[in-house]
């Protein structure tokens, strides 16, 4: 009875044994992602994966070992947002250009992936109208000519909120021929997507060019969004820290010259007339007032 009673344990010990156990386990544990795979031809995100398994490097000693993997079945953005919001969902992160309803959908990392490069927008036109693009010196030039966008894209209130008509396309690859069937007057396509885009697709859609003079702005950051449950902030707070040491040790900067300086240098954004409007769908804790996230092609830094 007595060595019975020595090798009793209490039982407050073993919740705290329990607990311990559980850290542990935790701690040793696969942050396990999944991102879209998208349809067609599409090279747009290659670089936003290489940003999100960097971050996960980065923050790998804070936060352990981590698995990311791309879904192994092509989905449209519509289709994309719908896995995101079910729990059950192929995949559990994004990327996306902000909007108030993501925002409020989803976790946003309020980091631009891009540093704020896509708000740097760059016109697709047919071939035999650059005459009317290179007439153009103000907004007010530019108001008569119709703008493309792909349905519910998140810039279509901010250029329709400066008075520029948008026709909106239901898919990715038909604007290209919506464009250049006339359907509209000029494709807008960040800096950087105009001239791969129109790289990949010049030989099927011969009578397209590349605006050579505009350079539209607005505030517009690309953010990873994750789903608003318990996982998703903390695999949110993951990828923040990840990324903010990325800011500080330059290899964010480091990483986007990489993927974007060639693309940004050959579009020759120093020397484009600039015509700018606001954002006015931004939420008030988009991080404006830290420059060191935003890159400005017109000094290169």
């Known amino acids: 009875m007595k060595r019975d ?44 994966w290489a940003v999100l398994r960097m971050a996960l490097d980065k923050s790998r000693a804070q936060y352990g070992a981590y698995s990311l993997h791309q879904a192994t079945t092509s989905m449209s953005p519509a289709r994309i947002t719908q896995e995101l919001l079910m729990p059950t969902g192929h995949i559990n992160i994004l990327v996306r250009a902000t909007a108030p309803e993501l925002e409020q959908q989803f976790t946003p990392v309020r980091i631009p992936v891009d540093r704020g490069l896509l708000g740097y927008r760059v016109f697709l036109v047919r071939r035999d109208d650059l005459p009317r693009f290179a007439a153009v010196r103000s907004l007010n030039d530019l108001r008569p000519l119709r703008a493309g966008l792909g349905k519910d894209w998140s810039d279509v209130p901010v250029l329709r909120a400066a008075g520029l008509p948008t026709e909106e396309g239901s898919a990715y690859e038909g604007l290209f021929s919506m464009l250049e ?29 590349i605006e050579p003079i505009l350079l539209l702005h607005y505030p517009l950051p690309r953010y990873f969004f994750l789903r608003r449950d318990a996982e998703g902030k903390q695999l949110a707070a993951r990828i ?6 990325m800011v500080r040790d330059g290899s964010l900067n480091t990483l986007f010259q990489h993927y974007k300086g060639a693309t940004i240098a050959a579009a020759n954004l120093r020397h484009r ?22 890159y400005n092609p017109l000094n290169g830094k």
């Not at 359907?183 to 960040?190: I, M, Q």
């Not at 007339?273 to 935003?294: A, G, H, K, M, Y």
Request: proline content about 7%; hydrophobic content about 40%; overall charge positive.
């Open 181 to 209: 069937a006339g359907r509209f007057d000029y494709f807008s396509r960040g800096a950087d997507e105009a001239l791969r885009e129109y790289g990949e697709r010049r030989d099927a859609h011969p009578k397209l060019a």
């Open 5 to 48: 009673k020595q090798w009793r344990i209490p039982a407050w010990r073993l919740l705290l044994l329990a607990a311990l156990c559980l850290h542990g386990a935790r701690a040793h544990a696969y942050d396990r992602l999944v991102y879209p795979l998208s349809v067609g031809v599409d090279s747009r995100y290659e670089y936003d």
């Open 273 to 294: 007339r600039v015509l700018t409007i606001p954002n006015p769908t931004l939420s008030p804790q988009t991080p404006l007032s830290r420059s060191e996230l935003w």
């Open 240 to 245: 923040a820290a990840g990324m903010e040491i």
